[in-house]
T-cell receptor, first 108, second 115 residues
Framework: KNEVEQSPQNLTAQEGEFITINCSYS?????LHWLQQHPGGGIVSLFM???GKKKHGRLIATINIQEKHSSLHITASHPRDSAVYIC??????????FGTGTSLTVIP | ETGVTQSPTHLIKTRGQQVTLRCSSQ?????VSWYQQALGQGPQFIFQ???????GRGNFPPRFSGLQFPNYSSELNVNALELDDSALYLC??????????????FGPGTRLTVL
């Protein structure tokens, strides 16, 4: 069983749609990260959260510590948002766990 | 552009060989982490170095070892390569702190193929 589960695994959206990617985890955490990985491997850190909500441009990340759940939202999606989105957590036991990613394709 | 570079970009080795992968962190970043990402999988944490000392380790055998140097560069060494070591190896640096509690800046990765 994975400590971090993401859903959906794959997602196809029309340009302009509102997108939600979910992350659930089973361990106590100190921090949760949302990462974006483009084809070819480059990874960009989007958000780091330990509580509440963060917003950057069209991206919003929320976390509910009690429910052990986080969501990444993309408003007004664009083809350049097409990438794999990965949820990762630092457990209170100081171990890092990663989800397997959500592959997003935004169609013009 | 994160300012983190890795070399080489691609590498092919045979089973049993040894490999050294290199990472150059952003200047001033005292923490570097290494990850292995198999095809179609999320990254797996290998280990982390902070100010040249190993600061944490994931579930990888001792044949995976590392070094961090004062000039913000680091190495990942893998001995006795196995076929399952074929993966993308990513390094990530952060300004300071321990664990994953600071924003990490990822390099582009080294694609290792073991034949």
């Amino acid at each position: 069983k994975n400590e971090v589960e993401q859903s959906p695994q794959n997602l196809t959206a029309q340009e302009g749609e509102f997108i939600t990617i979910n992350c659930s985890y089973s361990v106590g955490i100190s921090a949760l990260h949302w990462l974006q990985q483009h084809p070819g491997g480059g990874i960009v850190s989007l958000f780091m959260l330990s509580s509440g909500k963060k917003k950057h441009g069209r991206l919003i990340a929320t976390i509910n510590i009690q429910e052990k759940h986080s969501s990444l939202h993309i408003t007004a999606s664009h083809p350049r948002d097409s990438a794999v989105y990965i949820c990762a957590v630092l457990s209170t036991g100081n171990q890092f766990y990663f989800g397997t990613g959500t592959s997003l394709t935004v169609i013009p | 552009e994160t300012g983190v570079t890795q070399s080489p970009t691609h590498l092919i080795k045979t089973r049993g060989q040894q490999v050294t992968l290199r990472c150059s962190s952003q200047s001033g970043h005292n923490t570097v982490s290494w990850y292995q990402q198999a095809l179609g999988q999320g990254p797996q944490f290998i280990f982390q170095y902070y100010r040249e000392e190993e600061n944490g380790r994931g579930n990888f055998p001792p044949r995976f070892s590392g070094l961090q140097f004062p000039n913000y560069s680091s190495e990942l060494n893998v001995n006795a390569l196995e076929l399952d070591d074929s993966a993308l190896y990513l390094c990530a640096s952060s300004l300071d702190g321990t664990g994953f509690s600071d924003t990490q800046y990822f390099g582009p990765g080294t694609r290792l193929t073991v034949l």
